[in-house]
């Protein structure tokens, strides 16, 4: 019987920009700990999409594999971020199923051009043709998957250098290039500014980057923790967003519990029991 898959993350931010005065940016959150059960809570937490990540979280292909499939019943969006803007990598990422792709540390049109390369068959790129053996064509369960690859995925690219700032909107022109995602952590580091992605010339270089996005038709997100920073950035344009982390969620709730119920000794230290 065929299957019909779900619409991607390029969709979704179309169907935003049609709501015209009635839309709202997208929300969501970091996925990193790895755990098809965490990523299933996440994902009902009412969020818009999940970002489950390769790039700094303990996740193979197995882990993504489960999560993508712990996701799969509920009304969100998962993207992947693969680790490295590689073929290989993006190929087997894509068999998985994953719809919506986010590549990390495109610093150039050229590597933008790349990454779009490695998500298209061929003649118009240089995926390899697996899908009836994968979960991306449900073993041949979609129709005309092949031929229809293309409506399939969504390519997103993750600028974080300063030279990515200033190559944004050639990355953005890029046929392909669904939208891109800023990363102030990264930048700021590439500024010299490791650690302070809230200083002012990180904001106006995410600032510059917006501008650069849009001006080319793109739709252009962005990270940010601190919900004032995230409100800032929404009301600078960015049409989807990450405001948290599993991980940093528990983080920071198990630390809340300690305070409140571990007490602290004249050292600085929790009192044993």
Not at 10 to 34: F, T, Y
Not at 109 to 124: L, T
Not at 195 to 212: I, K, L, N, T
Request: charged share 20%; glycine share 10%.
């Amino acid at each position: 019987m065929p299957l019909r898959l779900s619409p991607t993350f390029r969709d979704a931010l179309a169907a935003q920009r049609e709501a015209g005065a009635a839309s709202r940016p997208l929300a969501g959150m970091w996925v990193c700990s790895g755990s098809a059960l965490v990523a299933e809570i996440c994902a009902g937490s009412g969020l818009d999409w999940v970002l489950i990540d390769m790039e700094h979280s303990p996740n193979g292909l197995e882990a993504v594999l489960a999560q993508l499939q712990a996701v799969a019943p509920y009304p969100v969006t998962p993207v992947v971020r693969v680790p490295i803007n590689d073929g290989v990598t993006i190929k087997q990422v894509l068999d998985l199923g994953a719809q919506n792709l986010l590549v990390p540390m495109v610093s150039s049109a050229e590597e933008a051009r790349a990454a779009v390369e490695a998500v298209r068959y061929p003649p118009r790129g240089r995926r390899g043709v697996g899908s009836a053996l994968a979960r991306s064509a449900r073993w041949n369960r979609v129709d005309d998957y092949l031929r229809e690859a293309d409506a399939h995925v969504s390519l997103f690219v993750q600028i974080e250098t300063a030279q990515g700032v200033d190559a944004a909107a050639e990355i953005a022109g890029v046929d392909g290039i669904d939208g891109v995602f800023v990363g102030p952590s990264d930048l700021s580091a590439s500024m010299g500014l490791l650690g302070q992605q809230s200083h002012p010339d990180v904001v106006a270089a995410v600032h510059r980057a917006f501008e650069a996005v849009r001006s080319a038709g793109k739709p252009v997100g962005v990270n940010a923790f601190d919900p004032a920073v995230a409100r800032s950035y929404l009301e600078a344009g960015a049409s989807f967003v990450l405001v948290g982390a599993d991980v940093a969620l528990l983080a920071r709730g198990s630390e809340a519990l300690a305070d409140a119920f571990v007490p602290v000794t004249g050292e600085g230290e929790r009192a044993s029991y």
